[in-house]
T-cell receptor
């Protein structure tokens, strides 16, 4: 049972570089989320999707873009990375939005130099 | 801004003792959830309590919800070293789509 899989698990970028984080879920969930976790800040919602082809902004969307071309995949893009985007990124999925349980991936640790 | 705020930020107890963590939130909710995160891992769902419920149990976990005070508590009874983790509350705020997380309580259970 793979559940929610994030790739890559670790990445180091230089300021200004771009990259994409991939989240894949095999549970046929409609809802998918990208959060970032910084020390002492808990998790903050970046973007989310309520179904294939849809995306919406969360609490901290600036500097990020997302796409949900396929139901099972949710991509998070950084067009021009900044040191402030150094964080651990978590993807999650749910069958019923916030009315039910979220299933999380193991995280992607990104360092921007 | 954070919707939920946990208290205390850190808690250290002896194995066998009970651990209580509190969560306060700002706006009305439909449900509140608690999650656990082991160091370096993703979050794992523990329990969900709906706004019309006052108490819920799951194994050694007991969750209470007081909507008049906009607060919830998570009690772990007879703690074990394996309970060492960070615990987060999450609320659905004004949307049925998204969950907003608090900053968490770091629990250390000493053997």
């Amino acid at each position: 049972n793979a559940g929610v899989t994030q790739t890559p698990k670790f990445r180091v970028l230089k300021t200004g570089q771009s990259m994409t984080l991939l989240c894949a879920q095999d549970m046929n969930h409609e809802y998918m989320y990208w959060y970032r976790q910084d020390p002492g800040m808990g998790l903050r919602l970046i973007h989310y999707s309520v179904g294939e082809g849809t995306t919406a902004k969360g609490e901290v969307p600036d500097g990020y873009n997302v796409s949900r071309l396929k139901k099972q995949n949710f991509l998070l893009g950084l067009e021009s990375a900044a040191p402030s985007q150094t964080s651990v990124y978590f993807c999650a999925s749910s069958s019923s939005g916030s009315t039910g349980e979220l299933f999380f991936g193991e995280g992607s640790r990104l360092t921007v130099l | 801004s954070q919707q939920g705020e946990e208290d205390p930020q850190a808690l250290s107890i002896q194995e066998g003792e009970n651990a209580t963590m509190n969560c306060s939130y700002k706006t009305s909710i439909n449900n509140l959830q608690w999650y656990r995160q082991n160091s370096g891992r993703g979050l794992v769902h523990l329990i969900l309590i709906r706004s019309n419920e006052r108490e819920k149990h799951s194994g050694r976990l007991r969750v209470t919800l007081d909507t008049s005070k906009k607060s919830s508590s998570l009690l772990i009874t007879a703690s074990r070293a394996a309970d060492t983790a960070s615990y987060f509350c999450a609320t659905d705020t004004d949307s049925s789509y998204k969950l907003i997380f608090g900053s968490g309580t770091r629990l250390l259970v000493r053997p």
